[in-house]
């Protein structure tokens, strides 16, 4: 019999395809050790079948290990899905830390302009327009440095791609959620401490240091 399969990996998802001849096990002094079956029993089902036909044929050559197609591709993936379980682990814990310290500096920058605001408010201004003008300002850097990390991102990007296969690595929703969080942390950082700002005595605010 003589056939062509389809591309397939054999040994790793990252290699290329590459030219393979099968051979009937008769004709080769390589064993072979696998067989394939379509079954529409159960797992446990089709092997006791399977064992009970292949020791008519061959008593001498037991057969073992059955596996699930499911089960093959599974033991196939796990080194993947582990590097890809780590990476995310990473990830989700490098984005809780740019969240925390995103808040600690934003609200740390708002609370040392407590004095500035006291001032304004004691010279009439509404408190709704000082939380206005702060946040404001805080959006601003936070935008710009947004604008600077993505941009430092899709450029990382690019080494990525080389070493990834049949996955683009500019995901730009993931770079979009990333740039809502952390815009949303900013937002909630300056709002609180400029909010309770506004609304303290003016007086008390001008002796703080």
Known sequence: MVGVARNAHNASLWE??????????????????QI?????????????????????????VPVYDFQTAAE????FLAPQRVAVGIFAAFGFLAIILAS???YSLVAYSVIQRQREIGIRIALGAAPQSVVAGILRASMRLTLIGLALGTGAGLLLARYLASQIKDVSPYDLPTFAAAA??????AFAAATVPAR??????????????
């Open 180 to 185: 809502v969080l952390l815009a949303a942390v």
């Open 36 to 60: 394939f079956v379509r079954s529409n029993l159960p797992p446990a089902e089709t092997a006791a079948a399977l064992r009970k036909i292949w020791g008519s044929l061959e008593p001498s």
């Open 16 to 33: 290329d395809p590459q030219a393979r001849l099968f051979l009937p096990a008769w004709q080769t002094v390589l064993p072979g050790d």
């Open 100 to 102: 925390v310290g995103l």
């Open 196 to 209: 309770r700002a506004a609304i303290i005595d003016p007086l008390a605010a001008l002796r703080a240091d």
């Open 72 to 75: 093959r591709v599974d033991e």
